[in-house]
């Protein structure tokens, strides 16, 4: 039997990346997902590659406008959900001298608030027994330069992983969450990250320098690491975080 056979999942920010990946293997494995996006055109692409167990809803993690309309939106495609991966979030680096209030805000509003209300709009769905995952970040836990506003987002991640995996016990709601290491995503790009050609490679160079494996992580090493926390073989874990980063924080 499929790990995921007659859930429903919904995984924010769902259109690209690991959120995508992830939808791709909860699918593999029996799920019905809900994947949301800032465009519906994105949605729509996305949805069309995942195939008949795939639906999205608009949802931006920046906007609490947007956020408020989550509940209603994913309750007119499934009743209830099992598992909720809160994936949405963006990656933006400066200096602290540097550092703007609406750059700060921009990160802290997506990756740490958005995440937040986001889950607290979907929570009356989550059915008892269900899992939430957070995607955080191997930022949360090592130094780098120009890092400080996104890790403490991540950071912020991880203590709300314990505090609600405490607050959701008398529901038996699991509360989980994984740190990526460095992976290969569309959001490692120049326009993406501002950087030249030149300067995209030079710092991969760096990062892999650091990475014992020796490599990027992959989207889909990173889907199956959400999977396990979503499935029924990690039902003794709570308030748990793992670092799927080719040993760069535990052999570094």
Same mark, same amino acid.
């Given at each position: 039997?499929?790990?995921?056979?007659?859930?429903?999942?919904?995984?924010?920010?769902?259109?690209?990346?690991?959120?995508?990946?992830?939808?791709?293997?909860?699918?593999?494995?029996?799920?019905?997902?809900?994947?949301?996006?800032?465009?519906?055109?994105?949605?729509?692409?996305?949805?069309?590659?995942?195939?008949?167990?795939?639906?999205?809803?608009?949802?931006?993690?920046?906007?609490?406008?947007?956020?408020?309309?989550?509940?209603?939106?994913?309750?007119?495609?499934?009743?209830?959900?099992?598992?909720?991966?809160?994936?949405?979030?963006?990656?933006?680096?400066?200096?602290?001298?540097?550092?703007? =209030?609406?750059?700060?805000?921009?990160?802290?509003? *997506?990756?740490?608030?958005?995440?937040?209300?986001?889950?607290?709009?979907?929570?009356?769905?989550?059915?008892?027994?269900?899992?939430?995952?957070?995607?955080?970040?191997?930022?949360?836990?090592?130094?780098?330069?120009?890092?400080?506003?996104?890790?403490?987002?991540?950071?912020?991640?991880?203590?709300?992983?314990?505090?609600?995996?405490? =607050?959701?016990?008398?529901?038996?709601?699991?509360?989980?969450?994984?740190?990526?290491?460095?992976?290969?995503?569309?959001?490692?790009?120049?326009?993406?990250?501002?950087?030249?050609?030149?300067?995209?490679?030079?710092?991969? =160079?760096?990062?892999?320098?650091?990475?014992?494996?020796?490599?990027?992580? *992959?989207?889909?090493?990173?889907?199956?690491?959400?999977?396990?926390?979503?499935?029924?073989?990690? *039902?003794?874990?709570?308030?748990?975080?793992?670092?799927?980063?080719?040993?760069?924080?535990?052999?570094?």
């Amino acid at each position: 039997m499929k790990k995921l056979a007659n859930k429903t999942a919904i995984i924010t920010g769902g259109n690209s990346g690991i959120g995508f990946a992830t939808a791709q293997e909860f699918i593999a494995q029996g799920a019905k997902v809900i994947i949301t996006g800032r465009s519906q055109a994105a949605i729509d692409e996305a949805v069309s590659k995942l195939g008949e167990n795939a639906y999205g809803v608009i949802a931006d993690s920046n906007s609490m406008e947007s956020i408020k309309e989550l509940n209603n939106r994913v309750k007119a495609i499934a009743p209830s959900v099992d598992i909720v991966f809160i994936n949405a979030g963006m990656g933006k680096f400066n200096s602290v001298d540097e550092m703007t =209030e609406e750059m700060f805000d921009e990160i802290m509003d *997506t990756n740490f608030k958005g995440a937040y209300f986001s889950l607290q709009q979907l929570l009356p769905l989550v059915n008892e027994g269900g899992s939430i995952i957070f995607n955080t970040s191997i930022n949360a836990h090592i130094g780098m330069a120009g890092a400080s506003v996104y890790a403490a987002s991540k950071a912020a991640l991880l203590s709300l992983t314990k505090n609600l995996a405490v =607050e959701l016990l008398p529901r038996k709601i699991r509360v989980n969450s994984v740190s990526p290491g460095p992976v290969g995503t569309p959001f490692y790009a120049t326009d993406k990250l501002g950087m030249t050609e030149e300067q995209l490679k030079q710092m991969g =160079e760096a990062v892999v320098s650091k990475v014992p494996i020796g490599r990027f992580g *992959t989207m889909e090493e990173l889907a199956k690491v959400v999977t396990f926390f979503a499935s029924d073989d990690s *039902t003794f874990l709570l308030g748990s975080e793992l670092i799927a980063d080719g040993g760069m924080y535990n052999l570094g």
